[in-house]
């Protein structure tokens, strides 16, 4: 294959791309090479009433923006993907191939011909509304909130009363945003404590910012949406369990877009008609955001990392990963190392985004037989060379609920072989997270204790 760097207009971009030889087309147009490479992998988001600032549609609006749309898939920015390609394929995985990407490049390169019109294909047809068909339940928020036009994106959470007397079970949650230019994603969580309704009462404008102490901590959510994002069954009749008396809290971030928007959204929600025979749960490492993990973060440090492993104490069946970190994130993975010794990555994201939280889930179930070890490592940046520390100078940043205070895991949904086994598996993360506070935070001996040592005339250290 023949490489051939070549060079767009503007001196700060140089991209190297594998010009289309005798990988692709000789002579590429609009029509027959890119029409389909767009429509598939671009303009579901790049239309109008979607997430995307602009529409690519056809010709001329590809045209437009054709030197952008070579850097930035040449670049890997868009479509925006934040996973490397792991060992396992995800759903919905939006990747160009390096063949796509030379075609977009060298279509750019010969001056953007529109080709034989004749062989432009049909658009995709997208479907409007509910994508998994009417919902058992149509949440909406109390009342529109107003995105202000400019400024720093907004994090915002908003509760919405229920009053279900018995569990529910959910098998799945569609989001539709009123205004899908400003909303970048939402996660969706319960509470059964109050705080959410509190919180909310005590500020004028709807919605609260902060998440409640009491809340961050433990498996309370129930997935979310993020642009670009479908709604999706949970797989193999799996459900969460929505207990009785919970409120539903959406935790939103807003992109803002250059004029003001008022949000009203709309959730839909799918329940199970009976609870599912299947249970899962959540590993998260390190446990609980690492508020464990003594998180602390030192200005300049660009490379702060917490490391977190624990080997599987029943046989489990992996479904769904997702990381999760603040403004100075900037690596997570997870492996699982098998007892044979192999090492597979279950997630791997190398340049963290705080603004696409994603939950990548499998193609098909992984199999984690009891004794596979789980290591995960989140890695912080809090240089001033990290263009998104929100401090400027750099100062130490530790844990904490805030968007400026840092956390950090990554979470992956299983399903124990055997269901009575989940109770081994709860107790096991228990220890484990016991384990992870005390490995991060060595008692200082007491005055006592030091006492005592010299009497016994040892000189050893305490840890
Ligand atoms: C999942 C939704 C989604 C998909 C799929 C997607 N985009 Fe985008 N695109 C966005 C959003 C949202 C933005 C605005 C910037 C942001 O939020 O990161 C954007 C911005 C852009 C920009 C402007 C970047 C800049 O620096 O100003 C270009 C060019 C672009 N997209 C091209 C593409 C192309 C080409 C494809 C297909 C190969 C594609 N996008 C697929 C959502 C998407």
Not at 115 to 130: C, D, H, R, S
Not at 138 to 143: D, N, P, Q, S
Not at 179 to 201: I, M
Not at 359 to 381: A, C, E, H, M
Request: proline share 8%; with cysteine; glycine share 8%.
């Amino acid at each position: 294959m023949k490489a051939i760097r070549f060079y767009f207009g503007l001196l700060f971009y140089l991209c190297h791309c594998l010009q289309a030889s005798d990988n692709g087309p000789k002579s590429v147009g609009f029509s027959e090479h890119v029409a389909p490479i767009i429509f598939n992998n671009c303009t579901s988001c790049h239309r109008p009433g979607e997430s995307a600032p602009f529409s690519l549609r056809n010709y001329g609006e590809v045209k437009k923006r054709g030197r952008l749309i070579a850097r930035v898939t040449v670049d890997k920015v868009m479509p925006p993907w934040h996973a490397e390609s792991a060992d396992y394929e995800f759903e919905g995985q939006r990747l160009l191939t390096d063949k796509q990407i030379s075609i977009i490049g060298a279509w750019v390169n010969q001056g953007m011909k529109e080709g034989n019109t004749e062989k432009l294909p049909q658009m995709p047809a997208f479907t409007k509304g509910w994508q998994l068909g009417e919902p058992d339940l149509v949440l909406t928020m109390k009342e529109e909130y107003p995105v202000p036009a400019v400024g720093r994106d907004v994090y915002r959470s908003f509760v919405i009363p229920l009053d279900f007397k018995k569990d529910k079970w959910i098998k799945a949650i569609e989001f539709i945003p009123s205004s899908p230019e400003v909303v970048h994603h939402s996660l969706f969580r319960y509470d059964t404590l109050g705080w959410a309704r509190k919180l909310d009462s005590r500020s004028k404008t709807p919605g609260f910012t902060g998440m409640g102490e009491g809340e961050v901590l433990g498996p309370r959510s129930l997935g979310g949406w993020g642009v670009g994002g479908r709604a999706k069954f949970l797989p193999g009749g799996l459900a969460y369990r929505l207990p009785s008396g919970a409120d539903f809290i959406m935790d939103m971030h807003f992109h803002l877009s250059g004029k003001p928007e008022k949000e009203l959204s709309k959730v839909g929600i799918y329940f199970a008609d009976n609870p599912p025979k299947e249970v899962f749960t959540g590993i998260q490492m390190p446990p609980e955001f690492g508020a464990l993990s003594r998180v602390s973060i030192p200005p300049g440090d660009s490379n702060y990392t917490i490391e977190d492993s624990f080997v599987l104490p029943v046989d489990l069946e992996a479904f769904s990963v997702s990381p999760h970190a603040h403004y100075l994130g900037k690596e997570m993975k997870m492996t699982a190392t098998f007892k044979n010794g192999d090492t597979k990555t279950l997630l791997w994201i190398k340049n963290w985004d705080f603004s696409w939280q994603e939950q990548y889930n499998y193609k098909d179930f992984i199999s984690l037989p009891k004794g596979t070890r789980l290591d995960t490592k989140i890695v912080w940046d809090n240089s001033a060379e990290n263009p998104n520390n929100p401090h400027d100078p750099p100062r130490r940043v530790s844990w904490g609920l805030q968007s400026s205070e840092e956390m950090g895991s990554v979470i992956v949904l299983v399903k124990p072989r055997n269901e009575e086994e989940m109770e081994v598996l709860h107790r096991a993360l228990k220890k484990h997270a016991g384990e992870h506070y005390r490995l991060r935070n060595p008692p200082r001996s007491s005055f006592r204790d030091k006492l005592k040592n010299l009497f016994r005339g040892s000189n050893k250290k305490d840890g």
